[in-house]
């Protein structure tokens, strides 16, 4: 009778956390109503799992004397991606697992099957999504290079592991967790535990056979990469690959790398043939300054470690309804709201009548709180219809009493903004003695407060 029953467990919706019976709050995480019951073990199964591969590679662990212990750099693989490498930190490490997460349709699989095309060595691509038939066409748009390039189709975690075992790859790519299944859990693919088991079958695999594994991840409604935070424990690198499906560019961002710094970023652009490097972004997310027109300012940016200049642009305009409407893309609508209080407020413009739309330029997601400065200069621009030269630049936060607060690494800021020609670069005055004292190949203003650039820049 009892053999018949089949084991379920609750799973927490946003962490994976896991709980026998149904609670309303969650112990780890803190959230409400998230947990929801899934079958864990299929009912006839409970003995020992069988080994599923036998490592040709594997050897036996034993103690190692500290000086015989080889160091990570040594087998870092070559990717082909300049972007890639870099945001892996110099290369792909042996044995690491890797999380690639995104929403779904932003690019993830071009950019790991373009990788996979452009890499000198034995890649397998595991596609749960696609067909072969898809796949191969999408190659054909890329451009085949690596003749070692091999596809298969299957979303069942073991017989991929037995193919691998027998190909022996360099690389194996999963396109993507949630379409796997283990054949022990008797739930459907993308549920929790079916992603923690697959995932936790992949990466022992990539610690035995020291062949690295990229995991594709479809990030949820929050944001979260593949539902439970939990995957981002098990693996080695989180990548996430971000950007706005109706524009051209991407962010590849490194939010966690045991081999490596987080604070890198790459930069993709999109087209019918698959991703480019972006090397020099700063001269691409800036429109030319033919039309003169008003509403547009340059922010200093940085991005991870690279300075990147970025154009805002706003559009202010009397409001024809009662309630005057706020729209942001690429930027947070709870700041941009903050902001024009703060214009309303400490400079007494009219903001409260008008609707107000803001755009950062290329559909890139801006998180360096120094771009309040050109937002608020592109918002007052539009609102006195004054235009602002696409040679001036601006890289400052803005605080809630209007002053204008000092941002990080603003020397690389300036010599970028130099680098790329713009004639003038308004900074925060608050502790810039060291600054003013050096000689820049560019015009350096500084400012306290909006005041200032009210005095400055719309005089
Ligand atoms: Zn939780």
């Known amino acids: 009778m009892n053999n018949l029953k089949v084991k379920t467990t609750f799973f927490c919706t946003n962490c994976g956390a896991e709980s026998p019976k149904w609670i309303g709050k969650c112990s780890s995480c803190g959230e409400w109503n998230t947990y929801t019951e899934e079958v864990v073990e299929k009912k006839s199964q409970t ?17 190692k004397k500290l000086d015989e212990v080889g160091t990570l750099n040594t087998s870092r693989i070559n990717t082909r991606d300049n972007e890639l490498n870099r945001v892996l930190g110099g290369g792909l490490v042996q044995g690491s697992i890797i999380l690639v997460g995104g929403q779904p349709g932003i690019g993830k699989s071009t950019l790991l099957l373009q990788m996979a095309l452009q890499i000198s060595t034995r890649v397998l691509y595991v596609s749960g999504e696609e067909s072969e038939e898809q796949i191969k066409m999408r190659a054909n748009r890329i451009g085949n290079q690596n003749k070692e390039c091999f596809v298969y189709t299957d979303i069942n975690v073991h017989n991929i592991l037995k193919e691998a075992v027998k190909l022996e790859p360099n690389v194996i790519i999963i396109d993507s ?42 990030i949820n409604k929050e944001g979260g990469i593949a539902g439970p935070k939990l995957l981002e424990h098990i693996v080695d690198v989180v990548l996430q690959f971000e950007g706005d499906q109706h524009y051209a560019y991407r962010i590849l961002r490194t939010l966690k790398n045991r081999f490596g710094s987080t604070d890198e970023i790459g930069i993709y652009a999109m087209d019918v043939h698959g991703l480019k490097e972006i090397s020099n972004p ?50 947070d609508l709870r700041r941009l709201s903050m902001l024009l209080a703060v214009l309303e407020k400490r400079c007494g413009l009219p903001f409260g009548q008008n609707d107000v739309f803001l755009n950062i ?22 609102l006195h219809d004054i235009h602002i030269s696409k040679k001036v630049c601006f890289a400052g936060e803005v605080g809630l009493s209007g002053e204008i607060r000092p941002v990080s690494r603003v020397e690389q800021r300036i010599q970028e903004a130099a680098r790329l020609g713009f004639e003038l670069i308004f900074i925060s005055g608050y502790k810039s003695e060291i600054l003013s004292k050096k000689n820049f190949n560019i015009e350096v203003k500084m400012l306290s407060r909006i005041d200032d650039l009210l005095r400055d820049v719309f005089a």
Request: net charge negative; hydrophobic share 40%.
């Open 177 to 218: 967790i949630q379409t796997l299944v283990s054949p022990y859990i008797d739930s459907t693919p993308g549920s929790i535990s079916q992603v923690k088991e697959c995932t936790g079958d992949l990466q022992r695999f990539a610690k035995e056979t020291n062949i690295p594994v990229f995991i594709i991840g479809h």
């Open 361 to 382: 330029a290329g559909g890139i997601k801006v998180t360096d709180p120094s771009i309040d400065l050109a937002v608020v200069a592109a918002l007052i621009s539009s």
């Open 47 to 63: 003995q020992e799992k069988e080994k599923i591969w036998k490592s040709a590679k594997s050897e036996k662990i034993i103690p």
């Open 282 to 331: 700063s001269e691409l997310l800036i429109s030319p300054d033919d039309d003169q027109l008003s509403g547009s300012a340059i922010a200093a940016s940085v991005e991870g470690l690279r300075p990147l200049l970025i154009e805002t642009q706003a559009l202010v305009s009397p409001s024809i309804y009662g309630t005057p409407q706020r729209s942001a893309t690429g930027f």
